[in-house]
């Protein structure tokens, strides 16, 4: 079965940097567009980033471009958000997502699996 396993969240102060790690497993990563969103407390899950299936295509929330970079390793299976400049409200779970096709790539509906979330705090 599809499985998403996301780690490398905690704690950083404001202005440092983290890296976000999603373990694919259950079918063929290469073949699939991932995203990255996160939900902080009281609001909705929102997008962050996207990346193509072979990693050539990618986009980014207005809020996060120029410190965020999203890339993918499709012979390791797995999904990375390097996080730099980080500020308080990046505080969030951050989730990444199996696209299943269909709609913009920027959209929650597009994503068909996910994982359990890794919780990012910044400390301002």
């Known amino acids: 079965q599809v499985q998403l396993v996301e780690s490398g969240g905690g704690w950083v102060q404001a202005g440092g940097s983290l890296r976000l790690s999603c373990a694919a497993s259950?079918?063929?990563?290469?073949?699939?567009?991932m995203g990255w969103f996160r939900q902080a407390p009281g609001k909705e899950r929102e997008f962050v980033a996207a990346i193509s299936y072979v990693g050539g295509r990618t986009t980014y929330a207005d809020a996060v471009k120029g410190r965020f970079t999203i890339s993918r390793d499709n012979a390791k299976k797995t999904l990375y958000l390097q996080m730099n400049s980080l500020k308080s409200e990046d505080t969030a779970l951050y989730y990444c997502?199996?696209?299943?096709?269909?709609?913009?790539?920027?959209?929650?509906?597009?994503?068909?699996?996910w994982g359990q979330g890794t919780q990012v705090t910044v400390s301002s």
């Open positions: 997502g199996r696209r299943g096709g269909g709609s913009d790539w920027r959209k929650l509906v597009a994503y068909d699996y």
């Open positions: 259950g079918y063929s990563f290469s073949s699939y567009t």
